[in-house]
């Protein structure tokens, strides 16, 4: 399958988007999009799915590059169309703790025992998790099909702004960088906040796209976030 882009938002997959500010900014934006496609290198076992500007937890990260298995979603139930952000919540405390008892989401997660009955009953019936012995557990770690989240968040200038944005960001991608279109590098006091909290930085000037400083790179999924683009690939490509 060719590169998969979402710039817009699509309600049968769930995918909300901020409407695009015209500018230089979007221009960088749209041209580092491309450069990324260009050397971008597809395999059977790895495609892409370039996200712009998605709602996730009440954020809009500019730009997110998922990397995926496509494999990985050849086995999909229609059920898992129907998880909402709750569900996914309670997945991921799953898959995070291997195998977990009722009484343990409810106490880590601080949600209602109804509440907790709703979401297992539908993360049953998609046929990602089982019980045995009082606990649940996911059925196959197959049901992940991303490989890399790699979150750019792009600014003309104002590091501190972009800076903000690219720390969240860490909370649920592999890797996360800054975009900026700056006539000189950043200085040395930037550089190392950047890379205290292990944000890249990308850098736009004359000669192209360069990137100056290296993401520290952290194994997926992290949370709930992770998650959610895992499965709005798996809709798409289950349409």
């Not at 109804?114 to 557990?137: F, M, P, T, V």
């Not at 944005?165 to 906040?193: G, H, M, Y």
Request: charged share 25%.
């Amino acid at each position: 399958m060719p590169i998969i882009e979402f710039n817009n938002s699509y309600e049968n997959i769930g995918i909300q988007t901020r409407k695009q500010t015209v500018g230089i900014e979007l221009d960088m934006v749209k041209n580092f999009i491309e450069h990324k496609k260009t050397r971008f290198s597809e395999k059977p076992d790895k495609n892409l799915a370039i996200f712009i500007e998605p709602k996730i937890n009440n954020a809009y990260p500019d730009i997110i590059f998922a990397e995926y298995n496509p494999t990985s979603y050849e086995l999909w139930s229609k059920l898992r169309n129907e998880l909402d952000i709750f569900d996914l919540k309670v997945l991921s405390f799953i898959y995070s703790t291997n195998e977990t008892t009722s009484d343990e989401i409810i106490n880590k997660l601080s949600i209602k025992y109804k509440g907790l009955l709703h979401s297992i009953e539908k993360l049953y019936d998609a046929n990602l998790i089982c019980r045995q012995d009082s606990k649940w557990s996911i059925i196959n770690k197959k049901f992940w099909g991303l490989r890399k989240i790699e979150c750019v968040e792009a600014k003309i200038s104002k590091w501190n702004e972009v800076f903000q944005q690219a720390v969240l960001n860490t909370t649920f991608s592999s890797e996360s960088s800054v975009l900026s279109k700056v006539k000189r590098d950043p200085r040395d006091n930037i550089r190392t906040a950047f890379s205290n909290f292990g944000i890249g930085i990308y850098i736009y000037d004359d000669l192209g796209f360069s990137n100056i400083s290296k993401p520290r790179k952290v194994k997926i999924p992290i949370n709930h976030n992770s998650l959610l683009i895992n499965e709005w690939i798996g809709r798409t490509l289950n349409q």
